[in-house]
T-cell receptor, first 114, second 113 residues
Framework: LAKTTQPISMDSYEGQEVNITCSHN???????ITWYQQFPSQGPRFIIQ???TKVTNEVASLFIPADRKSSTLSLPRVSLSDTAVYYC???????????????FGRGTQLTVWP | EAQVTQNPRYLITVTGKKLTVTCSQN?????MSWYRQDPGLGLRQIYY???????DKGDVPEGYKVSRKEKRNFPLILESPSPNQTSLYFC????????????FGSGTRLTVV
């Protein structure tokens, strides 16, 4: 099961773009990269998922280089309500016993200041 | 409304008294999972299930049991709770398609004294 490394914390100001990078050197060929957001005392919420290159949705973009050993979650123009813990996950490669097996780690605490 | 429902939300119990935390989803999801969250340790997977009668251990299964007799339900059982199982617990489910990731419940805060 591929594990990930993220910064423990990051700070930003309202209106700025925030990039959180995750390292996953042991990613398997079929693994996907998924990011979740968690507010205090709430369950995590799915943000975005990708396999390679770039994925964009209404809340974030995910950049994945060709070697797939890292990924970057980009949050455009953050607001105070984006203050949360962000988790990077790798897994769910499509077949076999890794399906359902997820490693969240400690995540990155993002604090947005006014 | 599509959701994962956990009960109870809060529970205080005594050491050794068996308890069950229920988890139910109304989305016909195949995959279900239990996590515990402790300060400084993030979310750790306890058990997961890929379908009815198919379960497997996560990172911290000791002291817990699960069952998946029906697709919608995935209860977490603590046969003999101990104080080190005091934690915030989350249940989650996902369908076959990955597009929207896991849906998490609201959590169960368990205190074992």
């Amino acid at each position: 099961l591929a594990k990930t490394t993220q910064p423990i914390s990051m700070d930003s100001y309202e209106g700025q773009e925030v990039n959180i990078t995750c390292s996953h050197n042991n990613i398997a060929t079929n693994d996907y990269i998924t990011w979740y957001q968690q507010f205090p005392s709430q369950g995590p919420r799915f943000i975005i998922q990708g396999y390679k290159t770039k994925v964009t949705n209404e809340v974030a973009s995910l950049f994945i280089p060709a070697d797939r050993k890292s990924s970057t979650l980009s949050l455009p123009r953050v607001s105070l309500s984006d203050t949360a813990v962000y988790y990077c996950l790798v897994g769910e490669g499509g077949r076999g016993s890794t399906l359902g097996r997820l490693y969240f780690g400690r995540g990155t605490q993002l604090t947005v200041w006014p | 409304e599509a959701q994962v429902t956990q009960n109870p939300r809060y529970l205080i119990t005594v050491t050794g008294k068996k308890l069950t935390v229920t988890c139910s989803q109304n989305m016909n999801h195949e995959y279900m999972s239990w996590y515990r969250q402790d300060p400084g340790l993030g979310l750790r997977q306890i058990y997961y299930s890929m379908n009815v009668e198919v379960t497997d251990k996560g990172d911290v299964p000791e002291g817990y049991k699960v069952s998946r007799k029906e697709k919608r339900n995935f209860p977490l059982i603590l046969e003999s709770p101990s104080p080190n199982q005091t934690s915030l617990y989350f249940c989650a489910s996902r369908g076959q398609g990955r597009d929207y990731g896991y849906t998490f419940g609201s959590g169960t805060r368990l205190t074992v004294v």
